[in-house]
């Protein structure tokens, strides 16, 4: 897992390094995936809702403002 700061990985991602966002998803999707499940009734579910996360997350990192 990557030492970096979110906010590091995400200036890295804004400059280029798209394989960078892997670390993100490393660091957050099983958290996501259990919090989806408390939610959720079936995993697949759980699955498809964190996947969507990830993918506007993606998206939309070039408009992410640290300083915000």
């Known amino acids: ?4 700061t979110d906010e590091e990985i995400a200036g890295q991602v804004q400059g280029g390094d ?4 892997g670390a993100l998803v490393e660091r ?3 958290k996501l995936m259990r919090y989806a499940r408390r939610f959720l009734l079936s ?4 699955k498809d809702v964190v996947q969507e996360v990830f993918i506007k997350a993606y998206t939309n990192v070039q408009s ?3 300083s915000r």
Not at 43 to 46: E, T
């Open 64 to 66: 992410f403002d640290a």
């Open 43 to 46: 995993k697949d579910d759980a």
């Open 28 to 30: 957050y999707e099983e």
């Open 1 to 4: 897992m990557s030492s970096k």
């Open 18 to 21: 798209l394989e960078s966002f």
